[in-house]
């Protein structure tokens, strides 16, 4: 079985714009901005035989302020760019109630059952409680970028990291 890290994709990937202590994905291709030292950090990972894999919540559009198109344009920039073949997505709200929406792990655990991961072997990192959450309920290692949105914070256990570049190069010293 592989080993593989879960990246949420906003605030982690490429940056979150931040409203009133809330972080907002892109709305489209033209307003994602890749964070630094991201490549590098998957090219290293990807060195040292990790699958890497993005799971990312996109409520809005059950909100129906973007579209899944979009959605799907921003995933394949960051496909090109970056070398992620593996995006998994939930385009539900939290009233749908559906297993795929971190904080539950569905997304972990679909990704895990169709590329053959262990997850005991793998890592979650996120910028959001329900990251975190979601990365301790499928039995992954956490690690959690603290950007200080206003929200709750995760509960232990997990290791606090300044970025994704951090987060590696810890993930990589186990």
Same mark, same amino acid.
């Given at each position: 079985? !592989? !080993? ?10 490429? =940056?979150?714009?931040?409203?009133? *202590? ?5 709305? +489209? ?9 991201? !490549? ?20 809005? %559009?059950?909100?129906?302020?973007? $579209? =899944? ?19 998994? $997505? ?13 904080? @539950?792990? *569905?997304?972990?655990? !679909? ?8 997850? +005991? ?6 910028? =959001?409680?329900?990251?975190? $959450?979601? *990365?301790?309920?499928? *039995? ?11 929200? @709750?914070?995760? $509960?232990?256990?997990?290791?606090? %990291? ?13």
């Amino acid at each position: 079985m !592989k !080993k593989a890290v879960f990246l949420d994709r906003d605030g982690v990937v490429n =940056r979150a714009f931040v409203l009133n *202590g809330v972080p907002r994905p892109p709305r +489209s291709v033209d307003e994602v901005e890749i964070l630094f030292g991201v !490549k590098e950090s998957i090219l290293l990972l990807k060195k040292h035989n990790f699958e890497i894999v993005i799971v990312t919540n996109q409520p809005d %559009v059950a909100r129906g302020s973007v $579209t =899944r198109e979009s959605i799907i344009q921003i995933n394949e920039l960051l496909k090109l760019n970056l070398g992620i073949n593996h995006f998994y $997505t939930c385009f539900h709200d939290d009233p749908h109630k559906c297993d795929c929406r971190k904080p @539950k792990p *569905g997304l972990i655990l !679909k990704a895990a059952q169709d590329l053959d991961i262990d997850l +005991s072997r793998s890592s979650m990192v996120g910028d =959001r409680w329900r990251d975190i $959450t979601a *990365g301790q309920s499928a *039995g992954c290692k956490c690690y959690f970028i603290d950007y200080e949105y206003l929200e @709750k914070s995760p $509960t232990l256990p997990y290791t606090q %990291v300044n970025s994704l570049n951090e987060a590696v190069k810890m993930i990589l010293e186990n």
